[in-house]
């Protein structure tokens, strides 16, 4: 239980940075702090489902899928922050800012 | 020329091949294109020639036909609601005679062209417009129904208002065209309706089916369907009161007004008339219209021709003068001489207008007060315009003196008052053709410009004119004859009055006081009386009041309602609307990118509410 709030508030934190921040780098680093809570909560469900199985092999069964799953959200946050992180030198090099209310060029 | 007569259709086909050969060859050579372009008259008048030589009127001819066909044959064109619409051909005495006069005034008026277009930048445009009006007119001729008459005669009107409107840079001319195309257009709308109507009735489209089905038919339904087809040939043969068209196609080159506006097209209202003769011996309130129809123009456009000051005009206004006659001929019945003066006038008229073109060319002016004096520096023109002027007067032996007076004597046998107004035709005749000849060809020169005699390729197309329109009177028995008609011999007593009332006119037309030249014209009373005649008796003017503003002012009306209130209105308000609804629904595209990830966060929530609370419910 400790382990869902803990999770949720990691998410909630990482969201109200990104509502939050002004700074790109800033919501990018809050971005990565968002996918922390759904990957702590995976590693947790983890090894809670190791230790309170009867059956050994079911279990780590469970436990593999749920850990492959986590080893995938560590992969696509890697991937975010670097394609995150290129975009970001694009954008500050041609409008030399890392402010996001200064990108509001695509107004309706 | 056997193979020629098998494939008629030919005469129709080929010209307006040379046409589009005219065309694309134009750019390279210009004398050649003239040449191709003449090929196609010289079919025609093969063709003409070749049926002449084997059709037979012995034995009696299936009417309409006047002799034997020396060529028959159809194809099917199309169907439609169970009716299989044939387009074929057909030519007797009658379409060969018409094909040699539509082939030598052609072949004559591309001849003369060549010298009177030099050097104008629409030559071949000109050349190939030529071609296809004597491909549209063999079409007119020869066709065997109702159908291939209607597609000839729109396509000659087609081609009329191409030629009037052949210089359209001058905005004078461009209205020309438009006001000759929608005033004939009057007529067609009847001849199109009496088409149908013949066609609902007789259940058949050809010539041979409607005339041998006209039994079926009440007299008043065939009344009314000559009635309509008569409309068609007013219009065409520009007779009152669809005749303001004529004098303003003038505008044209002076050889189209040959060969269109005089000799052919014109024509071509007598030529309906005469080909369906059978649907208007059936119904006399048709001939009766024909009749006041063709006297009043006769009178009428005499009148309006002795004050004119346009040399063109005037042959403008004798050519309704004289298609009047042969509506009056038509009238009383007479109709083989109604066509022998087709004939002859398709023969003088069209060397009057070339030799008013070869001095509109020589001159350089067509104000018949600028030109005087011509007979001496244009001695060629001036003889052969004698010749043309002698027989649209009707002196003897000339053509005109024997077709007017066959005209004249079959009026006043039929219907004396008409007879009357014709002969005060005649003198008029007699009037206005010697006070043009003595305006243009007597007296001192009035212009300021060098006079020069035209080249030969202008003069020689006259000269050769010249024969027919002197000779052709002597054929006037054989006309008739190849027609299956009776000739009839000159009554003395009418012709010589006809002659004398003609000098009579002549002379008055030599004397001074009503030349209207600069410093002679009728002033006062007469100066007001003859300015009202010069405008036509003001009926261009009426039209314009009667017809023409109340017509704009209906289009003026409709565009401002219907068009700029409820078609605008519904295009620029939907347009409108669409801006408005855009406007509302783009505020949310801000351009804050912390703005949109709320609402996606705050999207997200509402929709885990939506699938736990649904999820409650339906589980």
């Known amino acids: 239980m400790i382990l869902v709030a803990l999770s949720c508030a990691l998410f909630g934190i990482g969201l109200f940075g990104v509502l939050a921040r002004r700074d790109i780098v800033a919501i990018l680093a809050s971005i990565e702090v968002m996918l922390g809570g759904p990957l702590l909560l995976l590693i947790g469900l983890g090894s809670t489902a190791r230790a309170a199985a009867a059956n050994a092999a079911a279990a780590s069964g469970q436990a593999a899928t749920v850990e492959g799953a986590a080893l995938l959200v560590i992969v696509v946050a890697a991937a975010e922050a670097s394609v995150g992180l290129a975009l970001l030198v694009t954008v500050a090099r041609r409008s030399h800012t890392t402010t996001l209310e200064d990108l509001s060029e695509v107004r309706g | ?619």
């Open chain 2, 1 to 619: 020329m056997a193979w020629m007569l098998n494939a008629a259709w030919i005469a129709v086909a080929v010209p307006f091949a040379l046409a589009l050969i005219v065309v694309a060859i134009g750019a390279f050579s210009r004398p050649l294109s003239a040449v191709v372009a003449a090929m196609g008259p010289t079919l025609v008048i093969a063709l003409g020639v070749a049926a002449l030589r084997v059709v037979s009127v012995t034995g009696a001819p299936v009417r309409p036909w006047t002799s034997s066909l020396a060529a028959h044959g159809s194809a099917d064109w199309f169907a439609a609601g169970g009716r299989a619409i044939e387009i074929g051909w057909a030519v007797d005495s009658l379409s060969a005679m018409m094909l040699l006069v539509v082939g030598v005034v052609a072949l004559m008026v591309m001849v003369f062209s060549a010298g009177y277009m030099r050097g104008d930048p629409g030559w071949s445009r000109y050349f190939a417009l030529l071609s296809a009006f004597t491909g549209s007119m063999a079409l007119l001729v020869i066709g065997d129904s109702f159908i291939s008459l209607f597609i000839g005669w729109e396509l000659v009107g087609a081609c009329s208002y191409l030629l009037i409107g052949f210089w359209y840079e001058k905005p004078s001319a461009a209205q020309a065209a438009v006001k000759a195309f929608l005033t004939t257009r009057i007529g067609d709308v009847g001849l199109l309706l009496g088409i149908v109507l013949l066609g609902t009735a007789t259940g058949s489209l050809s010539y041979a089916g409607v005339i041998g089905n006209l039994g079926v038919m009440s007299s008043s339904a065939i009344t009314l369907a000559a009635v309509l087809l008569a409309a068609g040939a007013i219009g065409k043969s520009a007779q009152f009161p669809l005749h303001i068209w004529l004098p303003d196609a003038m505008e044209g080159p002076t050889p189209v007004s040959a060969l269109i506006h005089a000799a052919t097209m014109v024509a071509a209202g007598v030529y309906l008339v005469v080909r369906v003769w059978p649907i208007f011996e059936a119904a006399p309130v048709a001939r009766t219209v024909l009749l006041s129809v063709g006297v009043v123009s006769a009178l009428g456009a005499a009148l309006i021709a002795l004050t004119q000051r346009d040399i063109k005009r005037v042959l403008a206004y004798s050519t309704i003068s004289q298609l009047g006659f042969m509506f009056a001929a038509l009238g009383v019945g007479a109709w083989n001489v109604a066509f022998f003066h087709l004939v002859t006038h398709a023969a003088f008229k069209a060397l009057l207008f070339l030799a008013a073109g070869s001095v509109i060319h020589g001159s350089g002016t067509q104000d018949l007060r600028e030109m005087g004096g011509l007979r001496t520096s244009m001695p060629v023109t001036f003889g052969a315009w004698l010749v043309g002027a002698g027989a649209l007067i009707g002196l003897p032996p000339l053509a005109g003196f024997m077709s007017k007076d066959a005209v004249l004597d079959a009026v006043w046998i039929h219907n004396p008052v008409a007879g009357i107004a014709l002969f005060a035709a005649t003198a008029l005749t007699g009037f206005y053709t010697v006070r043009t000849t003595k305006l243009a060809f007597f007296g001192g020169s009035r212009g300021e410009r060098h006079v020069h005699e035209s080249p030969l390729s202008m003069l020689i197309p006259i000269v050769i004119l010249a024969v027919p329109a002197g000779a052709l009177g002597l054929a006037s028995s054989s006309v008739a004859e190849k027609l299956g008609q009776h000739p009839v011999g000159l009554s003395v007593p009418v012709s010589g009055i006809a002659a004398l009332l003609a000098l009579a006119g002549g002379m008055i037309g030599w004397s001074d006081a009503l030349q209207d030249r600069r410093g002679v014209a009728p002033s006062g009373t007469a100066g007001r009386v003859w300015g009202l005649i010069r405008t036509g008796f003001g009926y261009d003017a009426a039209i314009e009041k009667l017809v023409v503003a109340p017509t704009v002012a209906a289009c003026r009306a409709t565009w401002a309602i219907v068009d700029r209130f409820v078609i605008d209105g519904a295009v620029e308000g939907s347009g409108l609307a669409t801006k408005w609804l855009g406007g509302l629904v783009s505020r949310a595209q801000s351009g804050d990118g912390q703005g949109y990830a709320a609402f996606t966060a705050l999207g997200m929530v509402v929709l885990l509410a939506t699938l736990v609370l649904v999820g409650r419910w339906v589980g």
